[in-house]
Every structure is written in C-alpha cells, then in structure tokens.
DNA sequence: TATGAATGAGCATTCATTCAT
DNA sequence: GATGAATGAATGCTCATTCAT
C-alpha cells in the first residue's frame, strides 16, 4: 500500500513517539534535538532532512496532536454528546500529558513561533465544542444569555486546566473520578438529556 | 516605608518589571539575562548581584505576581464574594497579561525548576477561592456532590485561561462583558445569594 | 565523438557545467554538492557516482578549465603571437568568469587540497606564454636583464587579475577596450614585431 | 593613556593577528572560529563578545590589513616613487603571506560575502598607486594612451599575484630579486626618473 | 547507472555565570 | 552596590559521504 517512502513514513511516525513524549515533559525549550533524535532512535541529521528545523518538527507536532485529539472528539454514537467530549478530553491529556503542556505553553504567546499555528488549531477544537454545545442552546438548555462560543472555548479550556490539575497535582484519582466531578459543575450550565 | 536599602529595592523593581514583560511574551527559555538587565537598564553584573542565578530571579517575580493577585483577591466586604474573586482575578490578568502567561507556561511542568515554588502558589490562591466557596457549600447551595475543592481549583483554572484567551484571541471585549460572561456560566454552578 | 559512455559523459557535462557556474560565484567551500546536483538536475549521488568527491569534482574540473584555455592560446598562426595571447586569455575569461575566480581563489593557497593539481595547470599555461615571450627574446626584443620565464607568469597573472577586475568592476568595457588597454602596457615591455 | 579599554583593544589585537596569520594561510572557511580563539590565547567566546560573528571578524579584519598597507605605501622621503611603491608592497605581502591569499581569494567574488568591503579598500589602494603614476603621466612619461587609472589597477594587481607567486613557488628568491625583476617589466611602461 | 534517505562529525553561535575592577 | 569583559559548555544546524534499492 505505501509505496516506497514507507522508511521515511515511519522514520517521521519515530520522531513525532519521541518529540511528544519529551516536549510535553520539559517545554520546547529545554528539550534538544539530540535528546529527541535519540529518543527516535535516529541520528540527528535525520530530524533536519525530514523536518528542516526544530521549529517546523514542533509546529508538525502540534498539527499532529490536535488531528489526534479531533478524531477522538468527533465520533460518539448517540446522545450525551456532552459527557463524550469531556470523557475523550480527559482521556486524550492523560494518554499524552505531554501534550497538554505543550498546548498549554505555547498557546497564548502572542508573538510566540507557534501561535499562528495554535490559533488554527484551537479553533478546529473549538469548533467541535461549539457544535455539540450549539445544540444544547438550540434546544434551549442554556442559561438566558450564555453563548454557545463563549461557552465552548472556556469548557475547552477547563478541561485542558483541569486534566493538566489532575496529572501534575492529583495522579492517583481515577479517569472516572474526574469526569464526574467535571459532569457536575458542567451539567449546571448544560444539563443533561 | 521601604527600609534602607532603597537604592537596591529601586534595581529589583527595575528587573521585575522588565523580567515579567519579557518572561511572559517569550517564556522563561527564550529571554536571556542580557535582554533582562538591557531592558531594566542596569548591567547583566546586576541580575547576579542582586538575585544571584536567572532562576532566582524568576522564581522570586513568581513569588511577588502572586503576592500581588493574592491581595487583590483578598479584600472584599460582604456578598457577591465569587463575583469578587471573578472581577478582581480578570483584571489582575488584564494588568498583568505577561504574568498569566508566565504561569501558565510552567504551572503544569511537572520536573520543571519551579514547579516547587508554583504549587505552593496555586495553593494560595486555591484556598483563597476555596474559602469563598466553601461558604456557598455550607449555604447549601452547591449541587449534589459538588466538592468545594474541585470546584475551586477549577475555577481558578478556568479563569487563568478565559482571561488569555480575551487577552490574546479578543482583546477589544471589555472586562465588564467577560466578567458578566463568565458569571453566567458561574452562576450554573454556584447560585447567587 | 565522445565514444560509449554517452550517458555518462552528458552527466558530468551537466555537473561540470554547474559546478563551474557555483563555485567560481562562491567558492569551493560555501559550494554544497546538493546544490550542485540540483543546479546540474540529477541526484546527490550521482555526484559520488560519477567523481567520488566533492575534491576530486572540482580538481576534474580545475583540469577540464585549463584544458581549454590552453586549447585557446595554442592556435594563431604567425604574428602577433603576443596579442593573441592577451586576446585569448582575456576572451576565455569572459566566457568563464567563474573559472577565473576558481583559479585565483586556489592557486596561491599553498596547502590547499588542489595546489599540487593547481601547480601543474600553471606551468602547463605559462609554457604557452613562455614560448611566445621566448621568441621575443630571441630577437632581441626584451629589455635587457628580463627573463622570459618571469614576463611569462608575470603576464599571465596580470591577464588574470585584469580580467578579473574587468568583470566584476567594469564590466561595461568591451573585449577590445580591454584589450587595446593592456596591449598598451605590454608593448612597452615587449614591443611589436 | 588607553583608559579603561585597554583589555578589550590587547584581546583585538590578539585576534587580529591569530585571524590574519591563519586565514591566509587556510581561507575564511577552512579556518573554525575554535582554531581562531585558541591561537589567540582566549575562548571562543570571547570571539563573539569582541567582534560578533566570524564574518564580522573577516570584515575588521581585511580593513585593518589594508589599512596597514596603505601605511607602508604612503610614506617615501623622496622620487623612485614607484620603485617604492613595488618595494613596499612586495614586503608587505611577504610579511603577510595570508593577506594576500585573503585578499585575491575574495576580491572578485561579486556576491561575495566582503566584496563590499573590499570594493572600497581596493579603492583606497588604488588611489595611492595612481598618485605616483599620474605624476608620471604629467610628466610625459607614460606611453601615449596609457591611462593613469589603468595602469594602476593593473601594476597593484601584478604586484599581488607576483608577490603570491614568489611566495608559493619561488620562495628562494630574495626581496631584491623579485623587486628588481618587477622593475625591469615596469620600467618599461613607466620609465625612470 | 542513478537515486535519495540516513548519517554523524564538525561548526558557528548563544548564553548563564564569574570575577577583577 | 554595580559593572562588563571574558568564559566555555551546550545547542541548533550543515554537509560530505554512504548504501540499500
């Protein structure tokens, strides 16, 4: 099926295992390209022929997971398409932490290298958001004056804080724990079916 | 007021000041001691003559910003505590953008130099909402199985978030609209008095 | 002509050509062999293929130039031998601007990689211009205590660095301005038949 | 005298004369800035806190070597103003072996890196040998329609690539050979007084 | 013959830190 | 108290070369 740049497929699939796991641990800054082409188990002349600059891997990464977390978001068969989006958030940052700093780290850095970026990819995620919660407003189980946008992007953000909280501050609660403690302040504003 | 060493506190001031600007566009990382006492206007000796490493430098601004947020959160006579603690948290974000993200860069980094120094901050700030909100509880008006805890280290996050998010991504909606924003989705979960 | 490799000798003409154009404008060593095979259209191992290295390209190359210019200086019939000496050169170095900057860039760097192949070439073109200054001496015609083996590399340099200075500094006058010039200076050393 | 700067001016000259001895005899990219730093007696730091980058170096490095040219030039207590002129350069060019490879290695290359820089030196150069040759010219001694200016530009590029060749493939010859040898050839344009 | 992904030694440059003044 | 020239370990990046296809 993957024709003949089935080695660099996989040399780039090595480098994006490495660079997430390490930049999410430590920040883009701290992190060398050693460190991660060691990690890939590549020399590091391997991460500029297929990357060009640490920037652009890092950029490559950060398309990379938002496509992941997106295509956990997206499916869920039927209703309490509310509790889905916040059960897969939680479930996305604690499968990648890492991530989640990352996201964390770069995302508000006005003239930040990977804010142009960022602001594309938050509002992909956002728009998910916004879709599920638009139909909650539109069957009228949103607070009197609460916009569906406004809405979207701070649950966004809560669970981004509050998955970072969990790993960093409380590790030993459980994925279900947390979820329903978030379900509770969430089904004040959205509640349920 | 300031004691005697007047002359020393006047260069610390200086190098807080440019050290936040700095630290908050760029990142802890990315800012060099040079450009810190460049834009303090003090010579790169200084930095070390009067904090004695880039790290102390850092770790004590952290120490002061929070300082700072505390006692704005603090004060506050009677009623409308949780609107209180929204309005004063957003603008102390709106003065002191640089310090949001600052904190956001290296709240969740969890081997990161001060991640020591930033949970024993967050623990500040915590209690502080923890205690407004554990009078709402006792008023009973909490949902059914809303912890105190949870609740408040969520709303401290997503304050720190919704509070970027104007400042990067909606910089011309005013503090009154985002508080009233925010309040709404509050007030799902925490009802007025 | 070209006997069987026909293949073969179009791929080093191209790289020949290229590498001409590359190296004379930067010099060998801001020169990467990816730009020369993308600037001559074939793969980065075909370089290697077909010379080796990068050194033993440009000392093919370094041969193949002097080859020509030697090929130029030899013909002309009966007098005027000096003049077409001077027109040749200078014609040739029109031609191949680069080449010249190649040559004066490694002929005098005396633990050069190409010196050894460089000091070959030069006898090999001042024999040339030996013969010729020779002849003028035989007739009486150099000033007294002028040897012809210093006039020769004497002029050969000077027609090397004018023609240099010709391109890159005046590149508005033309061959025969350039020429006449010269001409002018060297009848006073070697007068006309 | 030299007030405070004095260690920063002695740690220039130090680099100065560690660059000029080997980038000539090497080139400006064969050289490391490590080789630089350590034949100068300081770290590689200091390269970079003293002059700002290795080209930057290069740069200081070509007007402080023609600037000490333009010296040995300009003095000359009375006539055999050119056998001056041709004496002293051919020293110079003995004493610094290097420069003159520098030089002649970046002086046509159009693109080049310091042809800016060189441009103008070359002019500064040139102009003193026209000096000297248009005192000739007035004096009627040049042969009829031999330019001033050219004449110049070739004797001083005659005199380098004669100086490079003595050093590189006669260097047995003596200063007074050579000088005498030069002076035949140029006599012949330029006679004595 | 020709290709191009992968390599890794080598290099220019940065920057936190020191210390003599 | 303050300075800034000097340091050198660390880092991002380059590029000639190799080799499996």
Known sequence: MTPRPARTALTKQKLFDAALRLLGERGAAEVTVDEIAAAAGVAKGTVYYNFGSKDALIDALLRH?????????????????????????????????????????????????????????????VAIFKEVVQ???????????????????????????????????????????????VMLLVRGVIPAA
């Open 135 to 181: 139909r909650s407003a539109d069957a009228g189980k949103l607070p009197e004056g609460v916009q569906a946008g406004t809405a979207s992007a701070a649950l966004f953000g809560t669970l981004l804080v509050v998955a970072l909280d969990w790993q960093v501050f409380q590790p030993d609660r459980s994925l279900d724990q947390v979820r329903d403690s």
């Open 65 to 125: 997971g938002v496509d992941l977390l997106a295509q956990r978001l997206r499916p869920d068969g039927d209703d309490n398409a509310v509790e889905h989006l916040v059960g897969a958030s939680l479930e996305f940052f604690r499968d990648y932490p890492a991530f989640g700093q990352l996201l964390v780290s770069e995302m508000w850095r006005s003239p930040g290298q990977w804010h142009g970026t960022l602001s594309l990819l938050r509002d992909d995620i």
